[in-house]
């Protein structure tokens, strides 16, 4: 086992620890926790046996092992820029019907 691998699983152990701790303080939800410590734990195996790539590239007929982890990883990251994208809209629209309601009880007391 080289160095990279023993950080990869070093670092996926201490990133599941997390998921943990945040689904047991109902700050995730299930089926984040479930999407999170999938990617933790493949990370983990892809560690372990790092072969496993290649041959999910193979199955799929994409060339290199790598090629599929880039490929994901990158579909992956849009996937969660969209929802945080989401989720910032719905808190602009929260914050401005409360700054709205806030405006409205100030000019009632005058």
């Known amino acids: 086992m080289n160095i990279i691998q023993l950080f990869a699983i070093l670092f996926s152990l201490f990133a599941a620890s997390r998921v943990f701790l945040r689904t047991k303080d109902k700050k995730l939800t299930i089926p984040e926790f479930v999407f999170w410590m999938f990617i933790w734990g493949s990370l983990i195996i892809t560690a372990f046996i790092p072969d496993v790539t290649s041959m999910i590239a193979n199955f799929v007929g994409i060339g290199r092992g790598v090629d599929i982890i880039i ?39 005058k």
Do not use: H, P, Q
């Not at 996937?79 to 806030?102: P, Q």
């Open 71 to 109: 490929y994901m990883s990158i579909g992956t990251v849009f996937y969660l820029i969209f929802r945080l994208y989401v989720k910032l809209e719905d808190v602009e629209r929260e914050l401005t019907v409360v700054i709205r309601e806030l405006a409205f009880m100030k000019k009632r007391k």
